[in-house]
């Protein structure tokens, strides 16, 4: 069994950062992909981000180049470095072992002036 827990939403500016954390039990986080993904209100799932058990990352293009993924295996979590927010970034974000039905509860960013 595998619990995630996210953290770190907010409430920030357009423009401005947050970083989002998603911590995990269990022993077998460091031989996975884990992924972020986000829903606003009235839309689907969307994904975010991927990092590999290797270290590689992919991002859609809504996201790309302002997002950035990373994992500490030594502390079982994984981050979402969010810069130069958007207004549409807003959502609640969800982490999640990839491939798998282990979803966390999800924490809210809201971007607004």
């Known amino acids: 069994q595998v619990h995630l827990v996210e953290s770190g939403g907010g409430l920030v500016q357009p423009g401005g950062s947050l970083r989002l954390s998603c911590a995990a039990s269990?022993?077998?986080?460091?031989?996975?992909?884990m992924a972020w993904y986000r829903q606003a209100p009235g839309k689907q799932r969307e994904f975010v981000a991927i990092?590999?058990?290797?270290?590689?990352?992919r991002y859609p293009d809504s996201v790309k180049g302002r997002f950035t993924i990373s994992r500490d295996n030594a502390k079982n979590t994984i981050y979402l470095q969010m810069n130069s927010l958007k207004l549409e970034d807003s959502a609640v974000y969800y982490c999640?072992?990839?491939?798998?039905?282990?979803w966390g509860q999800g924490t809210q960013v809201t971007v607004s002036s």
């Open positions: 999640n072992m990839w491939l798998s039905n282990y």
């Open positions: 269990g022993n077998i986080f460091a031989r996975n992909n």
């Open positions: 990092i590999t058990k290797d270290g590689s990352t």
